[in-house]
C-alpha cells in the first residue's frame, strides 16, 4: 500500500528515521547500530476503509549487526477480524474476510502437509521421530535460492535441481548415518535425541553459509493480486497450491498402486514380517528417506514463495508439521494430509476472533482435544500395548 508512514524510534524513545511505503507496500530504514527499535505505523496515513490486522500498529524488532530485521504489518478492511462490524454490510465483510482466511489456511495447510508426509512417512517405516525434519525444509529453499540468485539460474529449474539434491542428501542421510545407527541397534528414542542434535548442527551450519538476514528469490516476489470472488491473491499462490496438490495426490496414488509403495505400506505395518516375505526393508526405507527429503525440500521453496527465506524457516514450522502429523496419524501418510489441512485451515480462522500472535496456539489446542478423545490422530489406528 503506497503512502503509509513509518516512524522509527529506539527503544527508548529516541527518533533514528521516518520512511514512507512505496508502491508494492515496502519500505526501508538504515540504523547506525544494532539494538532493539520501536516501529509504529501512523494509522492516519492508512486508507479509510484499511485498518491493522490485530489492532497493534507497533513492532518492536531487533537488529543484529549485518543483518537486516524485516517487520510485517498486516491489513485488513476495517471491522473485520477479531471485531463485530458496526458498519451497515460489516456482516457480509466478515464472511469475505472468513473467505480470505480460509483460501490462506488452505494455502498453509498444504505447504505443512508436504512436509509433514515425509516426516509421517520415515516414521513409519523406521519408528523415528525425526526433529531434524525442519531442516530438510530449509535446505531446499537455501537450495534453491544459491541456484537461483547465487549462480543464475530461474527459480524453476533452480528449484528442480535443488529438490533432486535434497533427494539424494536424504539418501546419503540414511545411507551412510541413520541406517548405520539402526545396524548398530540404536533405540528409537536415542535416534530421536540424535535427531535434535542434528537440526542444530544443520541450522548453525545454514547461518554460517546463509547468514541470518532475511532474503527473497529473484523471482515472483511481488505479484499484483488477482480477485476470484471474495479471494484475493497473487497469482503464484494458485499456482504454488495446484503443484502442492499435484504431489501430494501422485504420492498417495503411489502408496497405493505401486510395488514400492505397498512394500513401504508393508514394511509400516510389520518390519519383520515384511522381510520374511522377500521385501528388502532397508531399500525401501532408502526410498522413502530419498522421497521424504525432495519432498520436504519442495515444502521449502513453496513456503519461502509466500514468504522471505531465513535460516530458522523449518525450525518455525517443525512444531506445525509435527501437529499435523500427530493430529492425522502417525505414521500415515493420508492423515498428515488430512491433520495438515486441519491445523492449516485453524490457524487462518482463528484471526478472525483472536489476535494474530496467538494464531498457532488456537491450533495446538485443538490438537491436545482431538487427542484426549482420540489419541491415534483421526486416521490412526489404536494399537495393543503389551
Known amino acids: 500500500m503506497n503512502g503509509v508512514k513509518i516512524v522509527v524510534t529506539t527503544e527508548s524513545g529516541q527518533p533514528v528515521a521516518e520512511a514512507t511505503t512505496n508502491a508494492q507496500g515496502t519500505w526501508q530504514v538504515p540504523v547506525d547500530k544494532p539494538g532493539k527499535y520501536k516501529v509504529t505505523l501512523d494509522v492516519a496515513t492508512l486508507p479509510k476503509d484499511a485498518a491493522v490486522r490485530g489492532g497493534s500498529n507497533v513492532r518492536t524488532p531487533t537488529v543484529y549487526e549485518g543483518n537486516m530485521s524485516t517487520v510485517l504489518f498486516a491489513l485488513q478492511p476495517k471491522g473485520a477480524p477479531g471485531q463485530p462490524a458496526q458498519e451497515e454490510g460489516g456482516e ?5 474476510q472468513a473467505a480470505q482466511l480460509a483460501f490462506e489456511g488452505l494455502n498453509l495447510g498444504l505447504i505443512i502437509a508436504l512436509a509433514a508426509l515425509g516426516l509421517s512417512l520415515i516414521y513409519g517405516t523406521t519408528g523415528l521421530t525425526n526433529f531434524a525434519h525442519g531442516e530438510l525444509v530449509t535446505l531446499g529453499a ?4 544459491a541456484f537461483n540468485v547465487g549462480v543464475g539460474l530461474h527459480l524453476i529449474p533452480a528449484a528442480v535441481i535443488a529438490v533432486i539434491l535434497a533427494g539424494g542428501l536424504g539418501y546419503a542421510q540414511d545411507r551412510f548415518f541413520w541406517g548405520a545407527l539402526r545396524k548398530r541397534g540404536t533405540g528409537t528414542i536415542a535416534m530421536m535425541i540424535i535427531s535434535i542434535g542434528v537440526a ?5 551450519v545454514f547461518l554460517i553459509f546463509f547468514g541470518g538476514q532475511n532474503e527473497a528469490f529473484a523471482q515472483y516476489t511481488a505479484q499484483p493480486g488477482i480477485e476470484i470472488g471474495p479471494i484475493s491473491a497473487a497469482p503464484k499462490n494458485f499456482v504454488a497450491m495446484g503443484i502442492e496438490l499435484l504431489v501430494l495426490i501422485v504420492v498417495g496414488v503411489a502408496l497405493l498402486r505401486t510395488r514400492t509403495g505397498k512394500a513401504a505400506r508393508a514394511v509400516a505395518d510389520n518390519p519383520a514380517l515384511a522381510s520374511s516375505s522377500g ?8 526410498i522413502i528417506w530419498t522421497m521424504g527429503g525432495a519432498i520436504a525440500a519442495l515444502a521449502g521453496i513453496m513456503l519461502g514463495l509466500s514468504q522471505n527465506l531465513k535460516y530458522t524457516m523449518g525450525q518455525d514450522i517443525l512444531l506445525l508439521i509435527f501437529a499435523g502429523v500427530t493430529l492425522g496419524g502417525l505414521g500415515t501418510a493420508f492423515g498428515a494430509l488430512v491433520g495438515s489441512l486441519i491445523v492449516g485451515l485453524f490457524i487462518q480462522l ?12 488456537g491450533a ?13 490422530g483421526i486416521l490412526g489406528r489404536r494399537e495393543r500395548i503389551g
Not at 457480509?92 to 469475505?96: E, K, L, V, Y
Not at 537455501?142 to 535460492?145: K, M, R
Open 92 to 96: 457480509s465483510s466478515f464472511w469475505t
Open 364 to 376: 495446538l489446542a485443538v490438537l491436545i482435544i482431538v487427542l484426549l478423545f482420540r489419541p491415534q
Open 200 to 204: 542444530l548442527f544443520l541450522r548453525y
Open 350 to 361: 482463528s484471526t478472525l476472533w483472536v489476535p494474530p500472535e496467538l494464531k498457532s496456539v
Open 142 to 145: 537455501i537450495l534453491a535460492y
Open 279 to 286: 521385501i528388502n526393508v532397508d531399500r525401501v526405507i532408502r
